[in-house]
């Protein structure tokens, strides 16, 4: 379940807090902003910023610092034409500006059930928009949503690693629109010079310029729709129309589908890669998994709690250098 519950991040005295100020103080902390950019701090180790920052939180990873912005919404029931539905509506996810200050836009929503649901989206990805509805994930059917921000969907508890990937993916949008806005600056120079010819040609764009699809996730499989092989748009219309902005759901299901991805986590040497083997073995669990290759132990799982846990129990008892637990964030 990508959905998890309160308990999931907050710890017993926490929760008893929280259920004492809604019964004694009629105030519900979890329905403010201010609780969860805190929370996605904390879940992050990150670091809040001061009031008036363009962004909420301060990630430092390895030398730089990832910026995030936190968004938050309560599920509440909207009326359209088609009739009432439960939402969450995140207000604002641009910016007021053509740029995007923040690296990550992690969006969170709980609904009435005080289940929380997160999206780590990459900043540059986002549309200019003035506001993000999805409808909530507690109501809907299929389980997922038409809307591209959808596959950016991960476990609240799981936002470390999501931030990460997220903000990778931030830097490979940022550059592709540099390129794209250096190309229309060169274009209008040479126009206002009079100097283009009917033969001048820009040079071509990287395909993720004007197709962002193709940062998706998904696009690593292939789709059980319309046959798009790993790396290819996705297309409608009898193949004819490609779809440069989202891929198809069934392609995004296979995606969480695919076989069991692994991470290496390399060890100071031979001996202590099968300690760490010896201590993380789950006999009965074929899916968080655990072997030895030499000095380095492949990781095997479905939920990327378990290699973090793996790598963080390798560090803290010297089996692997600081910087080699920290890389395993990193492949995931």
């Not at 990778?168 to 629109?177: G, I, V, W």
């Not at 069991?260 to 083997?277: G, H, K, M, Q």
Request: one cysteine or more; proline letters at 6%.
């Amino acid at each position: 379940m990508l959905s998890e519950p309160l308990a999931a991040f907050l710890s017993s005295e926490e929760i008893n807090a929280i259920r004492l100020m809604r019964d004694q103080f009629g105030v519900d902390v979890t329905r403010t902003f201010q609780f969860w950019e805190a929370a996605v701090a904390r879940i992050t180790t990150g670091v809040l910023t001061s009031q008036g920052c363009p962004w909420d939180i301060e990630l430092g990873y390895f030398g730089t610092s990832v910026r995030v912005e936190a968004k938050f919404s309560q599920e509440f029931e909207c009326r359209f034409r088609a009739g009432a539905r439960h939402v969450l509506k995140f207000a604002s996810p641009k910016g007021a500006g053509a740029e995007k200050a923040s690296h990550v836009t992690v969006l969170l929503g709980i609904d009435e059930l005080d289940d929380v649901h997160a999206w780590a989206v990459p900043s540059a990805s986002l549309p200019q928009s003035a506001s993000i509805t999805l409808t909530s994930p507690r109501v809907r059917k299929g389980g997922t949503s038409r809307s591209p921000v959808d596959v950016w969907r991960c476990p609240p508890t799981q936002l470390l690693p999501e931030v990460l990937r997220a903000w990778r993916c931030h830097l490979h949008y940022d550059r592709d629109h540099h390129r794209q806005t250096a190309a229309a600056t060169r274009r209008a120079a040479v126009e206002a010079a009079g100097q283009l010819t009917l033969d001048h040609q820009e040079p071509p764009m990287t395909a993720t310029t004007d197709t962002p699809a193709l940062s998706l996730p998904a696009i690593a499989v292939t789709c059980p729709d319309c046959g798009a092989q790993p790396g290819a748009l996705c297309t409608s219309h009898g193949g004819t129309r490609p779809r440069r902005t989202d891929v198809h759901q069934t392609r995004t299901r296979a995606h969480r589908e695919q076989r069991t991805p692994e991470v290496r986590l390399t060890c100071i040497n031979p001996e202590a890669a099968a300690a760490v083997v010896a201590e993380a073995t789950r006999p009965g669990d074929t899916v968080h998994t655990v072997r030895q290759d030499g000095a380095d132990v492949v990781i095997g799982y479905r939920d990327k709690r378990w290699p973090l846990d793996v790598a963080d129990w390798a560090g803290e008892h010297g089996h692997a250098h600081d910087g080699d637990a920290a890389r395993v964030i990193a492949q995931l």
